[in-house]
């Protein structure tokens, strides 16, 4: 249901380009004291995009407990905690 909020918010999105259009979209599923986690994207370039991207969309009021690139290979992924 797409009106719910959850725990944990997984989006496996290849580039960069999708993964930041949709950055609100995750980050409004995602309860307070959630996870968001995106993966899909190719170096850090995409990696570090999708990043800033995330911590822009949830904005200077809420705070996060993380928000780290986690590499594995040429593969990056985003993790947010609220």
């Known amino acids: 249901d797409l009106a719910e909020s959850y725990d944990v918010v997984v989006a496996n999105l290849g580039g960069a380009i ?13 309860h307070s004291g959630g996870t968001v986690i995106v993966s899909g994207m190719l170096g850090d370039e995409q990696g570090d995009a999708v990043r800033d991207a995330l911590s822009a969309a949830l904005g200077d009021a809420q705070r996060t407990k993380r928000l780290e690139v986690r590499a594995h290979g040429d593969w990056r992924a985003v993790v947010l905690s609220r």
């Open 18 to 30: 999708l993964p930041v259009m949709l950055a609100p979209a995750l980050l409004q599923r995602v």
